[in-house]
């Protein structure tokens, strides 16, 4: 007996708060927009079959074309990996190349040559 109270009080509560953001003639004019948009879906229902298929369709374009972006991405990092270490023993041999020893401590420290990571 409690439950049906609760239910019944639950349903005059929407109907209560329906009513009074009906209110607002913004919303009166929002929700009569989408009454009918609805009312012409409930008379061709393919419009909305048409509809979904062009936004599933969409959707998977855009899934894939975020795959390839990332995997390009991805490619261009492992790139950078590599590249990394073949620029800093360029940079090494530059270095020892065109500043003497005494005036480069780095080329005769043993620590620098081989730094720890």
């Known amino acids: 007996m409690g439950k049906s109270k609760f239910f019944v009080s639950v349903a005059a509560g929407a109907a209560i708060g329906g009513t009074i953001a009906l209110l607002d003639r913004g919303t009166r004019q929002e929700m009569s927009s989408w009454a009918s948009y609805i009312m012409a879906l409930a008379k061709d229902p393919e419009q909305l079959t ?21 995997s390009f991405i991805k490619g261009k990092v492992d790139d950078l990996k590599e590249l990394t270490p073949e620029v ?30």
């Not at 298929?53 to 972006?69: F, H, Y």
């Not at 800093?88 to 081989?114: G, I, M, R």
């Open 88 to 117: 800093k023993d360029l940079v090494q041999e530059t270095k020892s190349t065109f500043v003497p020893d005494e005036q480069n401590p780095a080329a005769s420290s043993p620590s620098a040559q081989y730094p720890s990571s």
């Open 50 to 70: 048409e509809s979904s298929r062009e936004l599933i369709d969409r959707a998977t374009e855009t899934a894939q074309k975020i795959n390839e972006d990332v």
